[in-house]
């Protein structure tokens, strides 16, 4: 199962967008962990009213603590063997965690893989998604290197086994 991972704070306009970008995927194994770090303008009442019959997602509560804090309460949370994030204002393709997964349960020495991203549109005059490096960038000396350095993983694309946490730590 894939525990999808999802910190909110303030984004009732957006979540049930995203939360259904999670729910419409191909691959159906999966359960949808939204942690509201304190949000005040209404978002857990419409969570719960939106899925109160859909036992795939589950609601949580905490005190504002931050996004880390609140990715690292859904990974304590987390039943499945795979955890994946999605930023409560991005959405997911149809067949993100099913290409993912193929990978992932064909190769168990693989710990974490990665997707492009695309960009969709603005919000407030920032992107709803940032741009990975174009394909062919990947081809160049360097590019594994510069990919670490600039820090370009962006939340939305890793599928991550679990132990991987238990292994080494969650985020600072």
């Not at 159906?28 to 036992?55: F, K, M, N, P």
């Not at 930023?87 to 993100?96: E, H, R, T, V």
Request: some cysteine; glycine content about 6%; aromatic content about 8%.
């Amino acid at each position: 199962m894939v525990s999808v991972v999802i910190p909110t704070h303030n984004r009732v306009e957006f979540i049930g967008e995203t939360v259904d970008s999670v729910l419409a995927q191909t691959y159906t194994d999966l359960e949808v962990i939204i942690v509201d770090d304190g949000s005040s303008d209404g978002t857990g009442d419409y969570i719960r009213s939106r899925y109160a019959d859909d036992s795939r997602v589950r609601y949580i509560w905490q005190e504002n603590a931050e996004r880390s804090a609140a990715r690292n309460r859904g990974i304590d949370e987390a039943r499945g063997e795979f955890v994946a994030f999605l930023d409560s204002d991005d959405l997911w393709l149809p067949k993100k965690l099913e290409l993912q997964m193929q990978i992932m349960e064909a190769r168990p020495e693989l710990v974490m893989l990665l997707c492009w991203t695309s960009n969709i549109g603005m919000i407030e005059d920032q992107s709803v998604f940032t741009l990975l490096p174009e394909k062919e960038d990947c081809d160049v000396d360097g590019f594994h290197q510069r990919l670490v350095a600039l820090n370009r993983i962006i939340s939305a694309t890793p599928v991550i086994r679990k132990s991987v946490f238990e292994q080494c730590g969650k985020f600072c």
